[in-house]
């Protein structure tokens, strides 16, 4: 089991960038793939971007591609979500959540572990 704590989320306009992060403890974090989810008031949670466990691999939702890019440093245990060119619908609680596996996928019931969110706002 990997123990996730997020960080860097916050209020800005629409057009501006955040980065979120997402520090990892425990068991081997190069061993694991990793996304990003989000859950917005009244919504399901979806999935947002994901990372194979070199980083030779990425996925991103329809929504998100080309504004959002995923990457992470094994040697730091973190991953990270550059999000540029933020629109209001952006807003949401956003998760990291790793896989033990050398896959990505973009199942939310895939991953077994689960960071507590960090809520992005973004305004008009």
């Known amino acids: 089991q990997v123990q996730l704590v997020e960080t860097g989320g916050g209020l800005v306009q629409a057009g501006d960038s955040l980065r979120l992060s997402c520090t990892a403890s425990?068991?081997?974090?190069?061993?694991?793939?990793m996304s990003w989810f989000r859950q917005a008031p009244g919504e399901e949670r979806k999935f947002v971007a994901g990372i194979n466990w070199n980083g030779d691999t990425t996925l991103y939702a329809n929504d998100v591609k080309g504004r959002f890019a995923n990457s992470r440093a094994n040697g730091k245990n973190t991953a990270f979500l550059q999000m540029n060119s933020l629109k209001p619908e952006d807003t949401a609680v956003y998760y990291c959540?790793?896989?033990?596996?050398?896959?990505?996928?973009?199942?939310?019931?895939?991953?077994?572990?689960w960071g507590q969110g960090t809520q992005v706002t973004v305004s008009s």
């Open positions: 425990g068991r081997s974090f190069s061993s694991y793939a």
């Open positions: 959540a790793g896989l033990l596996s050398t896959v990505v996928v973009r199942g939310t019931d895939d991953y077994d572990d």
